[in-house]
DNA sequence: TGCACTTCTATTGTATACAAAATCACCCCG
DNA sequence: CGGGGTGATTTTGTATACAATAGAAGTGCA
């Protein structure tokens, strides 16, 4: 599935992210780049230049001594991430809504198509779940057509502690991110930028709700 | 003033970037890592890592083919760059006004007078102008306490063209700046969210239009 | 002339060796 | 037993050489 001539910088940011993703890594813990390269494979020439690229999404941050860590946050910090994200993907929304066109409009209902078959089983397909919902938000800010909003928003998702409790969703939950969907693709449709930006908004903040309750659950 | 024992990327980091920022570099030319290592007077290696931080503010960009470029950026661009801008530094502002403490109060009231003193001059200090503004804008963002936030303002900010034009406000445009400021400064002491926030929205969308007017005077 | 193909050159990518810096462990002295 | 320093070890930083790739410039053939 993946190019088989990667070059080596890339074969390290894929690999070191994911080992962080799928929680192999425990937040926290010291990250030597001889570690990494590694995991990954290849020198640490271009593990180096990986690991800048995820400081940046902020999946590593270095001590005063430069040394790495696998990102540990706060409560307080996850909020603050679902806020700005819910900024930032609702402008995304708006903008997106006075761009899009007929196809982009059909291929984000394919996808939502995609995203419900994957809810709809027995017991739900999550990562087939999160895959089709990362396409459908990465298709909106194509759509929003702003560079600077596409270099922002990797540091606001795709977080560990996010993707884990991802699965302790209720299907009713999952179900409720198809309906959200839905009422966007609605909102493009009538190229209702003030809509879209709303729907994406409660969409968002919901999410960070659910997830809130999935973290922490009361007992 | 600066460490002389700075290490070779951080130095390469500054020069490229002062060499991007002062006009010194035309938007969209090339940028050679060879010609890079020349101008900072150090390897490649560093150069590299300098101009991975360089390409995060957007101040450099990369062809398909991996080849480095100054940016050079569309009206439209510059545009979306201060939207954003407000709506992030309106939230740090918000956030701001929940936290600030009585030293950090007299501080910003201390830059900003500071600011006045550089536009009270028979012909305003630009240069000195600016230095007071960055500082200012920067002790609320630190006072936000967000770390996500800290990390995505730099793509935001400190762009050519704009440091550029700055040199053609007038003094009314410049004071009228200290005056944002004043207000904020008594939100800030109000401890009112909503009050700093609509205060720094205003603020950032006023430069813009001043930055817009300099940029493409009307004849 | 036009256009494919091939060589050459410019530029970026990677590995490795060594230098610098930070951390750690230990020992000595009080 | 504690504190401070000192040497060893770990880790990051930098330079350099070479490999791989993209772009430019020719070259020959129709």
Redesign the pocket.
């Known amino acids: 599935m993946v190019d088989p ?1 990667m ?5 390290a940011y894929q690999k070191i992210r994911t080992f962080i993703l799928q929680g192999e890594a425990i937040p926290g813990m ?6 990494l390269s590694e995991i990954s494979g ?5 593990v ?2 990986a690991v800048r690229r995820l400081e940046n999404e902020m999946l590593v941050v270095r ?6 860590f696998v990102a540990d946050w706060s409560e307080g910090e996850v909020d603050e991430m679902f806020t700005l994200r819910a900024m930032l993907e609702a402008h995304a929304a708006a903008r997106a809504a006075s761009r899009i066109d007929d196809d982009t409009l059909e291929l984000l209902h394919k996808i939502n198509t995609e995203l419900k078959d994957a809810v709809n089983q027995s017991s739900p397909d999550v990562t087939s779940f999160l895959e089709a919902n990362r396409r459908f938000h990465d298709l909106i800010l194509e759509c929003a057509q702003s560079p600077r909003l596409n270099k922002l928003m990797p540091a606001l998702v795709e977080q560990p502690v996010v993707r884990q409790t991802a699965h302790q969703y209720t299907k009713t939950q999952l179900n409720q991110s198809a309906i959200d969907h839905d009422e966007l693709i609605a909102a493009f449709t009538a190229k209702d930028a003030d809509w879209a930006k709303s729907v994406m908004t409660s969409h968002i903040r919901r999410a960070f709700h659910s997830f809130s309750m999935a973290a922490v659950p009361k007992p």
């Open positions: 001539m070059p080596a910088s890339e074969t010291q990250l030597t780049e001889e570690k290849v020198s640490r020439t271009p180096r230049d001590s005063a001594s430069k040394r790495l």
